[in-house]
């Protein structure tokens, strides 16, 4: 994929000592390549070559003590300053409640990430309102209302024999007369665009005076993504994108593209199906996500928000002393549970420590096995595994109901968790470095 490629691409620069004009040309000629055949706009491509050449051959960067690391940072920002350079925060009505309009082609995401954002502002002590003003798709108002009680935000409907600018008008009342801080309008979506819907959806903005238009893409249909977003952009003004299903296999064109195109920030980004996931959009995170630098900061923010902090605390402390014991083992692997799935968790980290990661990747069916394993030891075995000999495995693998095989394996896993741990910790010192850098 593109990440992969461009990351070749800077590591050859990197570890150039010495960096001639004709490097950087042929670096760049490469790097176009890769941008085009991840679906980037064509027009983006020449403009982000043409930015970044001007930049790197420059004689200070050329003549500096490291002009391959120079070439990768003007890389990485030219890259970020192409996805917005900063993060677009929502905006915020002065006088409450705050009102977006979620607006897309069927089957983008709209009412998903609608859930989804209605979880992250609950979580940001918000109250937020759901309003179900798609009345065409089958089940679209139940499938709304589903989400809302899992996540216990209350959802407005009129049924689907109301128009859409009535249900719009009425769930904003409702807001207003119940103290809700934030709407948000979840409509209709077709399967291209048509007049029929620009109607429509016009007829919602104009009752509803939205703060936020938000506009949701699906990062899967690439240049076809920004090409909706140019047309949904000229017909409703938007103020933002959530572009959703990152987590698929997409080749990352449309990140890329939608900001340069459309100059309309990206907001958020889908990550998965569940309703954790949905993330701000960080320009500068992605940027080094995609030149392979890993993400770190998402991932520290992720754990903190999955992991009880004073557990947290404590595992570093042990981390760095290195005494982790089984029973720790067993508490990191269920708290890494909770963050998801351990593949989101992998991408981020920088490529070395992913692959020693890699090998203490379990499924679910594997987490009980394990639980069942460590569950069958004494304290005093969980506190000091180096004592696990031969009989005593024996005795565990009947006891937990497994084999002796699956117990070394443990104990195996469990000592390059040990080591990649340690790795962690000398990362997460680092990012202090790294952001003193920039
Ligand atoms: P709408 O027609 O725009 O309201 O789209 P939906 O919200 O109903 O979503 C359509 C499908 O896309 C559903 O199956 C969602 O679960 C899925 N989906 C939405 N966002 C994401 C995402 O970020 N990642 C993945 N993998 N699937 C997503
Ligand atoms: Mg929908």
Redesign the pocket.
């Known amino acids: 994929g593109l990440s992969g490629r461009l990351q070749s691409i800077m590591s050859k620069l990197r570890g150039k000592g010495k960096v001639t004009e004709a490097d950087v040309k042929e670096a760049m000629r490469e790097i176009r390549l890769a941008l085009l055949e991840a679906d980037v706009n064509f027009k983006v491509v020449k403009t982000f070559i043409d930015r970044v050449k001007e930049r790197a051959i420059g004689q200070e960067v050329l003549k500096s003590l490291t002009p391959g690391q120079q070439v990768v940072k003007v890389v990485n920002e030219e890259l970020t300053e192409l996805m917005g350079g900063q993060e677009s925060k929502l905006a915020v009505a002065s006088k409450p409640p705050t009102i977006i309009m979620m607006v897309?082609l069927?089957?983008?995401?709209?009412?998903?990430?609608s859930a989804k954002l209605a979880r992250l502002l609950s979580k940001q002590n918000k109250k937020p309102l759901l309003v179900a003003a798609?009345i065409y798709?089958p089940a679209?108002i139940k499938?709304l209302e589903v989400l809302g009680e899992q996540l216990g935000v209350l959802v407005f409907s009129l049924g689907d024999k109301e128009n859409p600018v009535k249900i719009a008008q009425a769930g904003i009342e409702k807001a207003k007369k119940e103290q809700f801080d934030t709407v948000l309008i979840?409509t209709a979506?077709r399967l291209h665009v048509d007049e029929q819907m620009m109607d429509e959806l016009r007829g919602v903005r104009k009752v509803a005076e939205p703060d936020e238009i938000l506009l949701?893409i699906d990062a899967m249909t690439g240049q076809d993504a920004v090409n909706v977003a140019e047309s949904f952009h000229r017909e409703m003004e938007l103020t933002g994108v959530i572009l959703?299903?990152?987590?698929?296999d997409t080749r990352g064109g449309a990140a890329l593209s939608v900001k340069a195109v459309t100059n309309c920030p990206i907001k958020f980004v889908?990550?998965?199906?569940k309703a954790d996931?949905l993330e701000p959009f960080h320009p500068d995170r992605m940027a080094s996500r995609i030149l392979g630098m890993g993400d770190v900061l998402s991932l520290i923010e992720k754990a903190q928000e999955a992991v009880d902090v004073e557990k947290a605390k404590e595992l570093e402390k042990k981390m760095r002393s290195q005494k982790l014991t089984l029973n720790d083992f067993l508490d990191q692997l269920q708290q890494v549970r909770k963050m998801g799935p351990l593949e989101d968790m992998l991408a981020m980290i920088p490529g070395a420590n992913a692959k020693a990661l890699k090998n203490v990747t379990v499924d679910e069916k594997k987490m009980d096995r394990i639980e069942a394993i460590i569950q069958s030891m004494t304290s005093h075995e969980k506190d000091h595994p180096e004592i696990l000999n031969a009989s005593r495995r024996r005795r565990i693998a009947m006891g937990s109901g497994t084999s002796v095989q699956d117990v070394n394996q443990l104990l195996k896993q469990f000592q390059e968790m040990k080591k990649s741990m340690k790795q962690m910790a000398s990362m997460m010192k680092n990012t202090k470095k790294r952001k003193g850098f920039k």
């Open positions: 897309g069927q089957g983008a995401g709209k009412t998903t990430s798609d798709r679209a499938q979840d979506g949701v959703t299903k990152l987590d698929g889908g990550m998965g199906e996931a």
